[in-house]
């Protein structure tokens, strides 16, 4: 009894911090929307508009340039990132209608994949709403590729082949065990608060929340978006948060998936990938703020 009774008192209390949390977030974005809807309200667009009407095209073609070189730049890489994804077919899957976890994998990278061209094509048209729903679907199929290669998820890989849809929450707290039961960290990474909260920012315009809308409103004609102008700004502020870390994503369980099959080729093509795209490795200094925030963790 007290050891039922001493774990209960240990649910509580994760419960009570989750919800505290939730509470904290809540409130945060309150404020946020809160303080865009005011400015808003005080007219600040409205009167760079009426001071210069040529203004808002400005600001749109300057954004639309700068989107699309970043598209340009990425696109110059799908090729390559197809290459790869081919070569784990043709090592890992040599029938598509095998049901076991390379073929799951394969189907679930090559999704994100075409999540990826169609946010470049999204983003050249300014689509900025579009492209963080589709950034979201490509991810979590990117999370069920994972899930599927880790041992003790079979039972999940055959409900999914059944057609049963496998929850995201389910993939996250698989990685979480995943990641520090490798022991990169003396301290536990929190792997699952720092997904749950990425995917909370996806769920605002998964859901159509007021606060992601804010996204769609023009502010210098004061109405809904329908000349792109904020579309192509946000498009440009977003782009590499949604585009070009669906790409890293991509590469990073791909990579993943051919170590696994011991693909040394594919891990070096894959990592040239990696390096064209940038850093895309954390700062020590950048690891440790974004760690701050879950500091009181007990996940």
């Excluded at 069920?144 to 409900?159: D, P, R, V």
């Excluded at 040239?272 to 954390?282: E, H, P, R, S």
Aim: positive net charge.
């Amino acid at each position: 009894m007290r050891r039922k009774s001493k774990r209960s008192m240990v649910r509580n209390k994760k419960k009570e911090e989750i919800l505290k949390k939730i509470e904290q977030r809540e409130k945060q974005l309150e404020a946020r929307t809160e303080e865009r809807v005011q400015k808003l309200r005080s007219g600040i667009g409205r009167r760079k508009f009426i001071s210069d009407i040529s203004y808002p095209e400005k600001d749109k073609l300057r954004n639309k340039f700068l989107v699309a070189n970043k598209v340009e730049f990425l696109a110059k890489l799908l090729p390559e990132i197809k290459n790869c994804i081919k070569r784990f077919k043709q090592i890992s899957v040599p029938q598509i209608w095998e049901q076991d976890a390379a073929t799951a994998t394969y189907l679930l990278i090559s999704k994100a994949y075409s999540n990826l061209e169609t946010i470049l094509l999204l983003a050249s048209v300014g689509k900025t709403f579009e492209i963080i729903e589709i950034a979201r679907s490509g991810q979590e199929a990117l999370d069920l590729a994972f899930l599927f290669q880790e041992e003790g998820q079979e039972q999940k890989l055959k409900e999914w082949y059944k057609g049963k849809i496998i929850k995201n929450q389910v993939a996250r707290q698989a990685m979480h065990k995943a990641i520090n039961k490798m022991g990169a960290s003396k301290d536990n990474l929190p792997m699952y608060d720092m997904k749950s909260e990425v995917y909370w920012i996806y769920s605002l315009y998964t859901h159509s929340s007021y606060a992601a809308l804010l996204d769609s409103v023009d502010v210098f004609h004061e109405d809904f978006d329908f000349q792109t102008i904020s579309g192509f700004h946000y498009t440009n502020r977003n782009f590499d948060i949604a585009a070009k870390q669906l790409a890293i994503s991509i590469l990073l369980e791909l990579k993943n998936a051919s170590t696994k099959v011991k693909d040394l080729e594919n891990i070096n093509e894959v990592d040239k990938i990696l390096v064209k795209l940038g850093n895309y490795k954390a700062s020590p200094d950048e690891i440790a703020a974004i760690l701050g925030r879950y500091e009181d963790s007990n996940l």
